[in-house]
């Protein structure tokens, strides 16, 4: 069977596994672009089915936990609204809501019968991104090769979710190789962003940000290498963050690379709110309690008391040299900064140490130190063809196989690059005033409001990150909204030449085609002080969007 042949089946599965009472009357046609109101206008939902998806898990699960709600009748709500966002944005590759159902049910039961919740979330339905195994599942790494790859254990996050009471209805789309900031497989097809179809949803977690977008779950499990969580939420409008990497375990990640641990993945949530932030990376990093030793992290304790001082003070990186972010992030970053110094904090700007495209260099030979012969042979295996876009990246970083020595030296350098970034941030207390270092760095995520589809985005506002392995989270700015009139294009700008990126991003920005695009803010911190970055997050998210989520 030739690949096309594939992946027409495994689509069709999906959809074939929707419950007919689910299927849209008439899926919006092609030239409609906004989709995120198509729950609210199908009529297949009920009021409260609507009312109990657009809740926050954190909402949800105490709900769950005293018995107001059971779980049965959020299981239903949302595998209904996932069924609904699929057929408009394309988000899911497997759907089982007769074996979540049943799953609910016995939690509802365990309730009823012994008072006491199974776990922290207790009875809540959530969608699980294709890269992390399930039992019985595919886990296809969006290769035609893999397509009935179905594997026998769980990855470590599936069970510590599992354990902590989730009940697993789907799984979501990500792409081919999973290097990319868009998602599109020749598998499982193109992923497209719920606001603007002709938009990506972002990559590689671009099914977990358009179905959580579309509120088809409350939150998803994603991953991250080089932006794969931050840009799905950053397309869609989606609180998320990027843990340091050690931290959470990786075990039974689908990945043709195994080998490669110079730049490790991080995994964290994607969601609708600060309070859902704390409470899944809380039980992600707590993952000890549920799975006991797992050898791909280190089981450090939980800080539950974190002190901030009331008035912080925060850098601001608001160019990193490469690509000029384009007019409404700019004018983001401003917004951002005035709202932090109206509400009491400081502000002071922040040069990035070293030149960054030589860093974005490194990093992705670093990612393909066998210049992606796995990821390639992979792909070769299914008789499909390598998409564009990451061909394109391939050639533009001259990625080929390397030396031992070359490992190496990359290696080296990457030491070299975490030795004097974090110079410069210990370096700012001599501008900060308050006798210590900044407390968190503001940073665009990309230098656009999301990006059309096989646009070749610059990942560097994201994979710097990696690289240094700094955690970082994403904020979204609710009130903050393209503008033609404050965000005109600058004709009379020179793009830079150091790289390919600030040119191609500064001519197809029109500032009309993202007018309905979300805006959001990156916020970061040193490694291993994630439970402080969720404080300094929440202190942003109230300044910034006039709240406590």
Known sequence: MDWESIAAT??????KAIPQKWHLPSPPDASV?????????????????????????????????????????????????????????NCLTDYFAEEAMQRAAELDAILKTTGKPVGPLHGLPIAIKEQLMMKGKAATFAAVAWHDNIVDIDASLVTVLQTAGAVPFARTTMPQTGMM???????????????????????????DGALVGMHGSPFCPSTDIGGSIRAPATCNGLYAIRPSSERIPK????????????????????????????????????HYKYI?????????????????????????????????????????????????????????????????WEVARTTWKLYFQTGAKESQALVAAGNEPLTENFSW???????????????????????????????????????????????????????????????PVWWGYFSLW????????????????????????????????????????????????????PVCVQIVKQPYQDEDLLSVTEVVDDVVNGRKA
């Open 33 to 89: 672009t906004d989709v995120t109101g198509v729950p609210r206008s199908c009529g297949l939902l009920t009021d409260r089915q609507l009312a109990l998806t657009e809740q926050t898990a954190d909402a949800l699960v105490k709900q769950l936990q005293s018995g107001e709600l059971t779980s049965v009748e959020l299981t239903e709500a949302f595998c209904a609204r996932a069924a609904i966002a699929h057929q408009c944005v």
């Open 292 to 356: 006991g030793y797992d050898p791909t992290c280190v089981p450090f304790p939980w800080k539950e008391a974190v002190f901030l001082p009331p008035k912080l003070c925060f850098g601001v990186l608001r160019d990193d040299g490469v690509v000029r972010p384009q007019p409404p992030i700019r004018r983001s970053l401003d917004e951002t900064v005035q709202a932090l110094t109206a509400a009491g904090h400081d502000v002071i700007e922040f040069e990035p140490p070293m030149d960054l």
């Open 393 to 455: 990246y391939l050639a533009l970083y001259e990625i080929k196989e390397l030396t031992t020595a070359e490992v190496y030296e990359l290696n080296t350098q990457q030491g070299v690059i975490r030795k004097q970034f974090n110079q410069a941030w210990l370096a700012t207390k001599d501008k900060t005033g308050t006798g210590r270092p900044m407390d968190a760095l503001v940073s665009p995520c990309m230098p656009s409001a999301g990006f059309p589809h096989e646009f």
């Open 181 to 207: 900031l868009q998602t599109v497989s020749n598998l499982w097809g193109r992923t497209l962003n719920p606001f603007h179809r002709g938009f990506s949803a972002g990559g590689s977690s671009g099914g």
């Open 251 to 286: 075990g039974g990640l689908t990945t043709s690379a195994p080998g490669q641990i110079s730049i490790k993945v991080a995994c964290g949530p994607t969601c609708h709110s600060t309070a859902d932030l704390r409470l899944v990376t809380k039980i992600l990093l707590e």
């Open 466 to 517: 990696n690289i240094l392995d700094y955690p970082s989270t994403i904020v979204p700015l609710r009130a903050f909204k393209v503008d033609a009139a404050k965000d005109p294009r600058d004709a009379d700008y020179t793009p830079r030449t150091n790289a390919p990126f600030d040119k191609m991003s500064h001519e197809i920005y029109d500032p009309e085609l993202w007018k309905n695009q």
């Open 10 to 15: 495994c689509q069709a599965n999906v959809l």
